[in-house]
């Protein structure tokens, strides 16, 4: 096999994460996490532990979010409203120090991580080359320069999406044409594409194909462990996925 699962945005939600390892069960070689296991959600010790327990000998990329950056660092300037900020103090506060000993001492804190894969050049990058943690890729703005890589995998907008983008190169034998395969898989844990369900990407490097994947979990489990201690806002749009 040469199948490699991609999951981003987990954001504190096990029930999620748990439907998704259920969905993929062993049908993969390794996996690729791009940030944000944490906040937002209220089980963010609880998802850190489940993937340093579960998955730490499939992992082979591990990179912080603007999340992580953000709560480990102390730094909450970047955030666009109060309640994000509110949300990421909250959630520091809740951190173990099993959880935050593995986000500080397991997970790439640079945002991104250059990598082979099958013979592939990948960039992992939690946001864009125009900035690692808060501006994300998108099909019609890409925020950087990606010739140098034939796949990039990418999170941050909670959007899945895939799709090439083909550079021109001096190389007649690929008729002047440089191959780059992008994507999204979108977020395990807090959606924003009008799905609900928790979504992920998997990768075939034989095939080069990718497929975009939504699973149930039980959201309204997820919703009933809100207790107030963060905006309702983060609560409330599990139910729709925005």
Sequence with gaps: MSRYAILSDIHGNLHALDAVMGDLKDNFDNIVL?????D?????????????????SKIIC????????????????????????????????????????YLNNELINKGKYEFNLDNKKVLAVHGS??????????????NGNYIDYDIVLSGHSHYPHTFQKFYEVD????????SVLFINPGSV???????PNAQYA????E????????????????????????DEFYQKRLENGI
Excluded: C
């Design 207 to 230: 095939l080069m194909s990718v497929e975009l994947k939504s699973v149930k979990y039980p959201v309204k489990e997820a919703m009933d462990l809100f207790d107030g201690s963060v």
């Design 189 to 195: 844990g807090q959606p924003r594409n009008h799905n």
């Design 62 to 101: 591990n990179i912080w979010g603007n999340h992580e950056r953000a709560i480990l660092t102390h730094d909450f300037n970047f955030f666009s409203s109060k309640r994000g900020v509110e949300s990421a103090k909250f959630t520091d506060s809740q951190l173990s120090d099993d959880a935050r000993s």
């Design 171 to 178: 190389n007649p034998d690929m008729r002047n044409k440089k």
């Design 40 to 56: 937002y959600g209220m089980q963010s010790n609880e998802v850190t532990n489940y993937i340093k327990d579960n998955l730490s």
């Design 34 to 38: 791009l940030g944000d296991l944490i």
């Design 202 to 205: 998997i990768l075939d490097t």
């Design 129 to 142: 080359l125009n900035d690692y943690f808060w501006k994300a890729i998108f099909p019609d703005n890409l």
